[in-house]
């Protein structure tokens, strides 16, 4: 009955390296986002999508690049990772962009080394 | 521009006594409200919302949280803490111009002391 997930749950990597993250949500929401969490739990807003197209992209190095194939899905690669990078990473969903709660996934915890 | 100001980064509490989370928004529209709630090592689970329906929103655990226009509070209470209630509390206001968006506060971690 999972209505938001992600996988990994953790990821464990070197600097330089290219990884992704995948979301998957089961509720029919036409609207899906990336957060990244910080060390010091703030929640910045990175990407949102609906159905498949981009509508919030905040100020984000190219090297974060969201993949949406389909609106269930919206998967995050991150290439030629950096330190900064480390942080925990929260996909959501929403029924609509104008619908105001998001529903979130359990986070993927991105640890560079 | 949204913005959400959590006023304390750590609250402390015995089991059983009331819990008062702090928060204030700035806003330049009727705003969307929210409180999640993250337990330990989990994901965001949504604790209560305001959308200019009732000011005192009712939640889920015995949360309740109140709207007060005048003074750009919602601030978070509960009447009994549980020890289970510990966790990390976020305020978010929500930005309905253009593309949906949340801003969240910086959190404010309870503790429950038995």
């Known amino acids: 009955d999972t209505a938001v997930s992600q996988t990994p749950k953790y990821l464990v990597t070197q600097m330089g390296n290219d990884k992704s993250i995948k979301c998957e949500q089961n509720?029919?929401?036409?609207?899906m986002y990336w957060y990244k969490q910080d060390s010091k739990k703030f929640l910045k807003i990175m990407f949102s999508?609906?159905?498949?197209?981009?509508?919030i992209n905040e100020t984000v190095p190219n090297r974060f690049s969201p993949k949406s194939p389909d609106k269930a899905h919206l998967n995050l690669h991150i290439n030629s990772l950096e330190l900064g990078d480390s942080a925990v990473y929260f996909c959501?969903?929403?029924?609509?962009?104008?619908?105001?709660?998001?529903?979130f996934g359990p986070g993927t915890r991105l640890t560079v080394l | 521009a949204q913005s959400v100001t959590q006023l304390d980064s750590h609250v402390s509490v015995s089991e059983g006594t009331p819990v008062l989370l702090r928060c204030n928004y700035s806003?330049?529209?009727?705003?969307?409200l929210f409180w999640y709630v993250q337990h330990p090592n989990k994901g965001l689970q949504l604790l209560l919302k305001?959308?200019?329906?009732?000011?005192l929103v009712k939640g889920i655990n015995g949360f309740e949280a109140e709207f007060k226009k005048s003074e750009t509070s919602f601030h978070l209470t509960k009447p009994s803490a549980h020890m289970s209630d510990a966790a990390e509390y976020f305020c978010?206001?929500?930005?309905?111009?253009?593309?949906?968006?949340?801003?969240f506060g910086t959190g404010t971690r309870l503790t429950v002391i038995p």
């Open positions: 959501a969903s929403s029924l609509s962009p104008s619908t105001d709660t998001q529903y």
């Open positions: 509720l029919g929401h036409d609207t």
């Open positions: 999508y609906n159905n498949k197209e981009l509508i």
């Open positions: 806003s330049s529209y009727s705003p969307s």
């Open positions: 305001y959308t200019s329906a009732a000011t």
């Open positions: 978010v206001v929500s930005d309905l111009v253009g593309a949906n968006n949340l801003f």
